[in-house]
């Protein structure tokens, strides 16, 4: 049986339309799965600071920092976030100013980890080069992709 030339191109473009609409529809779940963070996407409060703390913790830091941080928000009058350590607690304070994103204070909770990760006996290692190779190692490890 021969097909009639028209038949064939008809079904050569439908086809070639059913190929793209599976590329389409593979690469938006893609994006959508890639743009979408349950985690990033919650409202920011008090609880979910000390939440993405635990879960960070766990997932780039294998578990190491003290489990007794206190994370928290606070007005810092214009430092994003800072951490200290009081009596052999350490306390992070997120500034609610500017870190109204969920986004954002994750980013800024990640930040002031590497901090803590770093702090030696001889006190922060404030922006030096083990803080800049704990921040390089969060980013190589993902910890950024679905917040920035």
């Not at 294998?62 to 976030?81: C, E, F, R």
């Not at 109204?100 to 770093?118: D, G, I, Y």
């Amino acid at each position: 049986m021969r097909f009639p030339f028209k038949t064939f191109m008809i079904m050569l473009a439908v086809t070639a339309l059913i190929f793209i609409w599976i590329l389409i529809g593979s690469a938006s779940k893609n994006i959508a799965r890639k743009q979408s963070n349950p985690l990033a996407d919650q409202l920011a409060g008090p609880i979910n600071l000390q939440v993405w703390f635990q879960s960070y913790d766990e997932d780039y830091f294998l578990g190491a920092l003290p489990k007794n941080t206190i994370v928290s928000y606070g007005d810092l009058g214009g430092n994003m976030g800072i951490t200290q350590r009081l009596e052999g607690v350490y306390h992070i304070t997120i500034d609610i100013e500017f870190n109204k994103a969920a986004r954002v204070s994750q980013m800024t909770v990640l930040h002031e980890m590497c901090h803590e990760a770093q702090w030696g006996n001889d006190g922060l290692d404030v922006h030096g080069p083990k803080f800049q190779t704990c921040m390089h190692r969060l980013a190589a490890a993902g910890a950024f992709d679905l917040l920035w």
